[in-house]
């Protein structure tokens, strides 16, 4: 708490406790933070593992001075429902939609960590009057060409439950990113180095970070997004990882160009 009292006085901004909620979505029941704001709708969509929309709880709040902001927790994550299915990107998209109608927002920017870029790319090509802009915070990755890499290593992913469900449904299909509309902001971790693996990992997670390295994935993402998107940027970020926007020598660049990104036209 005291850290992100700190975060909001540096910022400039007032200090406020987020608000955890729920809302009814398709008949799933989904958690979502509310860290307050006014001014257009910021979403915010986590990535993958176990955690919830918190895990934006240093980050977001960096937004309330202009505009209003939200987390979504997806289905089969943190405290939100965890059904059967409807692991699909469809529904995953669908259910953003429904918690925009539940919480009256018309439009919103969507800002995505991870895996979330498949959904977020999936809505805009769905629902292109609900959004504004997009913002892929290491997230305008290709899962059907990460599925097929990993294939190459031999390299099982998630080992079930719902976040192996998420995958699947991520990697059935190239995202449509020539069919997106909204100006879109890409930012890219770019590996100077072989990230390290631990001794104690799967040898096929290992084969497969070094296949990830050895054909610069972060190449290929790049090259798809600025020949594919039609009003899309991508910023290269160096000498960080995958939680970029939790490291405290990149956050308050990349706070700088969302903001500027978000409020130009």
Request: neutral net charge.
């Amino acid at each position: 708490m005291f850290a992100l009292i700190a975060a909001a006085l540096l910022s400039g901004i007032s200090a406020q406790t987020p608000h955890d909620a729920f809302v009814s979505v398709n008949g799933v029941r989904l958690h979502y933070v509310d860290w307050g704001g006014s001014g257009q709708t910021i979403l915010f969509l986590i990535g993958g593992g176990n955690g919830s929309a918190h895990t934006f709880d240093s980050f977001a709040p960096r937004f309330t001075d202009r505009f209003r902001v939200l987390g979504l927790t997806r289905r089969g994550q943190g405290p939100s429902d965890k059904p059967v299915s409807g692991y699909d990107t469809d529904t995953l998209a669908n259910d953003i939609r429904g918690f925009l109608d539940a919480l009256t927002v018309e439009r919103a920017n969507l800002v995505g960590h991870s895996i979330a870029g498949a959904e977020m790319t999936r809505f805009a090509v769905l629902y292109p009057k609900r959004v504004e802009k997009l913002v892929y915070l290491d997230s305008a990755i290709d899962y059907k060409r990460l599925a097929e890499i990993s294939a190459e290593a031999r390299f099982a992913g998630s080992p079930g439950g719902p976040l192996a469900a998420i995958e699947r449904g991520a990697a059935a299909s190239h995202p449509q990113l020539a069919k997106v509309k909204a100006p879109a902001l890409a930012f890219v971790v770019v590996y100077d180095e072989m990230p390290v693996t631990q001794p104690q990992d799967d040898p096929a997670y290992r084969r497969y970070v070094e296949l990830l390295y050895q054909k610069r994935i972060w190449s290929e993402i790049s090259g798809r997004f600025t020949s594919e998107m039609k009003n899309g940027r991508v910023v290269e970020l160096h000498h960080t990882n995958h939680n970029f926007f939790k490291d405290p020598t990149q956050v308050d660049g990349v706070v700088g160009q969302i903001e500027a990104f978000l409020s130009g036209p």
